[in-house]
């Protein structure tokens, strides 16, 4: 059971590697923040439904999709929260801006 667990967490582990570096991960975050920057400009309604769709998962699927998705997933609680909107656009615009500089690849960040 041990090799199984070590065979399956390699390759996950190897596969995120991979997508981080070739900047797939890059661009499926860049997807999702731009479709919440939409939502929240054009239908505030769709990060509502969401947000309820996502609280209406069975508890594994939830705990999967925050893991899978964090940053998005924290920038959709913060923005369901009762704050003022300014503080709540603050933190969501910060987290997306550090959540896609962490994400860069880094063959667009290596200089000549």
Known sequence: ??????????GLGGAIGSAAETGVLFLAFAA???????LL?????????????IRSLPVLLQ???WVLFLPVVLGLWIWET????????V????????????????WLTVRP
Do not use: C, K
Request: net charge positive; aromatic share 12%.
């Open 1 to 10: 059971m041990e090799r199984a667990i070590d065979r399956v967490a390699t």
């Open 91 to 106: 933190l969501v615009i910060g987290l997306a801006s550090w959540n896609m500089l962490v994400l860069l690849p880094r």
């Open 82 to 89: 009762t704050w003022p909107w300014v503080l709540r656009l």
């Open 32 to 38: 999702l923040w731009l479709g919440f920057g939409v």
């Open 63 to 65: 705990l999967a999709v």
């Open 41 to 53: 400009i054009v239908n505030q309604g769709g990060l509502d439904a969401a947000w309820t769709w």
